[in-house]
C-alpha cells in the first residue's frame, strides 16, 4: 500500500510540476470578425444594429466550429450573437422560458424566448447556418425584429 501511495505522489507530481503539455483551449479569440469567420468556414453575417451603448467587445471561435460575438454597453450587460454551419440550437441555453413563439422578420422565421413583452434568446437558420442571440438585458420582440433585419444576406 506504502509503494502505491508513493507511486501515485510521484505521478501526480510530474503532472502537476509543469513537466507534461497543457491541452490547447478550443476558445481562441480574434480582433476581427472577418478573420474569425474564415477559420469557421462561414460568411460574415452580423447584425449591423443594436440597442442604443451595445459595442461590440470580444470576437471568438469554439473549436473550429462555432463563432461568437460578445457586444457589451456601459452596465456591464452582454449581447452574444453566435454563428455556425447547420440548424442546431447553438445558444447554450436551456433555460425554459415563459413564452416560446415563432415570429416572423421578412420571409425569415425566427424562434423567440423569453416574457410576454421580452425576449431572452432568438434562434433562426438560414441558407445552411444556425444563428442565435442571447439578452442578458431582455428587449423587445420588435428591437429583436429589427436587429435581424439588419443582417446584410449576401
Known sequence: MKHIFIATVAISVLFIGGSTQAMPSPLVTY??????????GLPVYTPTLLPVGYVQKDIIVIDKSLAEIFYRNDAGKEILFRMAKGD???????TIYEVNQIVQVGRQYIRVKGTEKLVSLALWSRGGYTFSLSFEEPISIEAVQAIISTIPWN
Not at 31 to 40: G, M, Q
Request: net charge negative; glycine share 6%; aromatic share 6%.
Open 88 to 94: 442546431a440550437d447553438i445558444s447554450g441555453d436551456s
Open 31 to 40: 480582433t476581427s470578425v472577418r478573420d474569425a469567420w474564415a477559420v469557421v
